[in-house]
């Protein structure tokens, strides 16, 4: 490429950006042409984007630490989980962990710096005595921690929601995992307009959603401009972009289909079409970023530190270590 086709391509890209600061909507052509960038432009790409991220997070890097609270048991058929019914992976299985492990896990979220500590439970919904549990580990966690609290514990009513709310959930998570046309390709078991739902009745009860996706599901690019889109207008706060990690057992074992460059386009899409949200590089970011890791926090402005939920991640220190080296420095809570 000449230097003076360098020259307008950083141009194309730093338009985006200024659209983005404004407050505009990105146009789908132009959303599609972020994913479409030759592989050379990935770094004029993630300037605009961190032009974006600096503008509304600095260099600050928020941390999550998620427990996995109910493993396995699941009566949905989500092809990418290890958890579900259909899958085959051997994975541990067990009931809700007891007030005193989910209280002990934030107290651990609260030493590793992360500001939000997610309690995740597999399963269709939370039954009574879970929802019980849970509203009294948050109850003692806010007591005693400056934590924020997500729950994830699959659909949701409006009265559960507000359940959540008076113990102190500061935020719930429910993601809309793919597009509207291609969430039947993914899962049967429920549908797209159920997960709307429940980011709704969230949102109705005064908490802040937070809602993402999957990427590397065989989805096309319309598909994933469609689930960007789809979350700006939910008005999601946060927003986890998970790369597919296809483990073994699960229907989409053996799906490849993404590389690094190709991950950090798609953050680079979400910054710029959903510029003051959170973006956190979720699942998948060890085993699809590799080395390349450091460059997913010029778009992205969270990550999770520690394991996910039935694989792993990479050691806390080499996380702080790849903030500092950066010259980024995490948001602290303060007591």
Known sequence: MSELATVEVAGRWETLADKALAGELLSRGEALSVLSADDDQVLQLLHAAFRVRRAYFGRKVKLNMLVNAKSGICPEDCGYCSQSIVSTAPVAKYQLLSRDVLVDGAREAWARRAGTYCIVASGRRPSRRELREVTAAVREIKEELPLKVCACLGLLSDDEARALKEAGVDRYNHNLNTSRDHHGNITTTHTYDDRVATVEAVKRAGISPCSGFIAGMGERDEQLVDVAFALRELDADSIPVNFLHAVDGTPLEGT??????????????????????EIRVAGGRELNLGSLQ????????????????????QAAEADYRMISDLGFEIEECAL
């Open 294 to 313: 450091p460059l997913a926090l010029y778009p992205a402005n969270a990550i999770f530190i520690g394991d996910y939920l039935t694989t792993p991640g």
């Open 256 to 277: 490849h289909e993404l590389n690094a460059r190709r991950c950090l386009k798609i953050l680079a899409l979400l910054r710029l079409v959903c510029p003051s949200k």
